[in-house]
C-alpha cells in the first residue's frame, strides 16, 4: 500500500519515523513518502500572517507532491494548522477525484491528533469531516474523544516512553547510576 506521511516539528518527525518503521515491519510492500518540512511551523497569527505566501507555497507543494504519489493512506502526523487543511483538500478533492478508479477509496489518519482538550476544540469539526482514522499516544484521548465528541480513538503506545524503556533495558545498573550522576 502507498502513504504519504507529513510532519512538520522535529517531535513529528521522531514519531514519523518511528511510525515509518511500524509501516515497514508489517506491510512489506509498503511505498512511503515522507513530507517534513520543520520551516513552515509557524505559531501566533502574527507569525503566520508574515509568513503565509511561504506557507502557501508549501501547502501547494505538498498537495502536488500527495497528487503526483496518489497514496491510499495520508498519514498525518501532528502539525494541525497544516495537516488540516491538507486533509479537506485531500478529502475533498483528492478522494473525490479517485472515488472512481478501482481499489479502496483512499483515508486520512491523523497520528497524533491535535490536543483539542487543551485548545482550539473547535477543530473537532474539521477532525469529525476529513479524519477516518485516529491513532493517539496518549491513551486517555481514547474516553475524552469518545465521551466528549463520539470520536473513536485508537490507542497505540507511546514511542517516547518506549524509547525510555530500551535505553534502560539495554543499560547495566551500573550504567543508569553513572548517566544519572553526570547529570
Known amino acids: 500500500m502507498k502513504y504519504f506521511l507529513i510532519a512538520g516539528e522535529a517531535s513529528g518527525d521522531l514519531h514519523a519515523r518511528h511510525l515509518m518503521d511500524a509501516i515497514r515491519n508489517n506491510d512489506a510492500g509498503a511505498e512511503i513518502r515522507y513530507w517534513y518540512r520543520p520551516e513552515l511551523a509557524y505559531m501566533g497569527f502574527v507569525s503566520v500572517l508574515m509568513h503565509l505566501p511561504e506557507i502557501l507555497r508549501g501547502m501547494r507543494e505538498c498537495k502536488k507532491e500527495i497528487a503526483g504519489f496518489c497514496p491510499k493512506r495520508l498519514v498525518l502526523v501532528d502539525y494541525p494548522g497544516f495537516n488540516l487543511k491538507i ?17 479502496p477509496i483512499p483515508k486520512v489518519v491523523y497520528y497524533i491528533p491535535p490536543k483539542i482538550w487543551a485548545w482550539k476544540e473547535g477543530r473537532i469539526v474539521q477532525i ?50 553513572r548517566w544519572r550522576s553526570s547529570l
Not at 478533492?93 to 479517485?98: E, P, Q, R
Not at 499516544?137 to 485508537?154: A, M, N, S, T
Not at 517516547?160 to 534502560?168: A, P, Q
Open 87 to 103: 486533509a479537506a483538500w485531500f478529502h475533498d478533492t483528492y478522494i473525490n477525484k479517485v472515488k472512481d478508479s478501482a481499489g
Open 128 to 177: 469529525k469531516k476529513y479524519v477516518d482514522i485516529m491513532l493517539s499516544i496518549l491513551p486517555f484521548e481514547v474516553q475524552w474523544y469518545e465521551k466528549r465528541h463520539g470520536c473513536h480513538v485508537d490507542y497505540v503506545g507511546n514511542p517516547t516512553l518506549d524509547e525510555i524503556v530500551m535505553f534502560r533495558n539495554s543499560m547495566e545498573v551500573c550504567e543508569i547510576e
